[in-house]
């Protein structure tokens, strides 16, 4: 997995790799300050949702979430995710998040940087 010390992730846009193309999809708008990052989310599931954390020398984040979902649901939890620069130049995110109760729940997964 390649990693890049000066990864900016300001005004980056993330969905999950099958969705990367799919406008209609949750998507989450990334913000950066020095190692301040945060991000918006919308669409499909996702009503409205918000991220914040830190950013890593090596690109790595690590940040809470929170989310709305269409059916009214609120959910929170954590995640740190590491990057992976694609052949196209794009990037990948390796996420290892935990949900928090009433619906805990733990794992993995992976956003990438949308194309549309």
Do not use: K
């Not at 300001?10 to 799919?22: A, M, Q, W």
């Amino acid at each position: 997995m390649a990693t890049n010390p000066r990864i900016s992730y300001d005004g980056r846009r993330f969905r999950r790799p099958e969705e990367v193309t799919d406008s209609g999809a949750p998507t989450a708008v990334y913000h950066q300050q020095g190692d301040l990052v945060w991000a918006e989310v919308a669409g499909g599931e996702v009503r409205r949702g918000s991220l914040v954390g830190r950013c890593a020398e090596d690109g790595t984040l690590a940040f809470s979430y929170s989310m709305v979902l269409q059916g009214g649901e609120v959910i929170s939890g954590r995640s740190v995710s590491r990057p992976e620069i694609l052949a196209d130049g794009r990037i990948r995110l390796h996420e290892e998040w935990e949900r928090f109760a009433p619906r805990a729940s733990a794992g993995t997964s992976a956003i990438e940087e949308a194309t549309c």
